[in-house]
């Protein structure tokens, strides 16, 4: 099995946030650890950090200080890239077009504000669990 980094992200409702969690168990994903929190402006920094030089940088940062994020290390064969794929593309409209199942497609409200996070190689699934649940990053 795989692990991947999912974020519930600040702009759901406590009911979307329970449709998105049932959709995750129903897709095969077993939630290893869910914790909620809200992310510092730092942490926020240095989570999109290979961000940080486009002209969106600030504005994602508010976005994802704004309120509780649902921090998930999910596993599932093939973790990473089905994830991606349920979560559908950055932007609802495109993510409308290409993938109007997705969870982008019905739930994001603009490029910005899109409801989920994924990760996007094992490698920043390592680097992003050491960052959010640290201690428990070598289970
Ligand atoms: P994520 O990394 O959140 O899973 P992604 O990999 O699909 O999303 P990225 O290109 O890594 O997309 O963008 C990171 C996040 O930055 C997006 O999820 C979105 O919240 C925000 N974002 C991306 N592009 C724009 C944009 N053009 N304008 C405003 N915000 C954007
Ligand atoms: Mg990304």
Redesign the pocket.
């Known amino acids: 099995t795989e692990r991947t980094l999912a974020v519930i992200k600040p702009d759901t409702s406590e009911e979307l946030r329970e449709e998105i969690l049932g959709e995750i168990r129903a897709a095969g994903f077993t939630i290893s650890w869910q914790k909620e929190m809200v992310l510092s402006r730092e942490m926020a920094e240095e989570f ?1 950090k290979q ?1 940080r030089d486009k002209p ?1 940088f600030s ?2 940062v508010d976005y994802m200080c704004r309120g509780p994020c649902t921090m998930l290390i999910l596993s599932k064969e093939n973790a990473v890239e089905d994830w991606r794929k349920m ?1 559908g ?2 932007d609802p409209s495109k993510a409308k077009e290409t993938a109007p199942g997705s969870l982008r497609a019905r739930f994001a409200k603009d ?2 504000e ?1 409801t989920v ?2 990760s ?1 190689s094992s490698q920043h699934t390592q680097e992003k669990i050491q960052l959010v649940f640290g201690e428990i990053s070598s289970e």
Do not use: C, E, K, T
């Open positions: 999109y961000h969106f504005q994602l979560m593309p950055a490029i910005l899109n996070h994924g996007s």
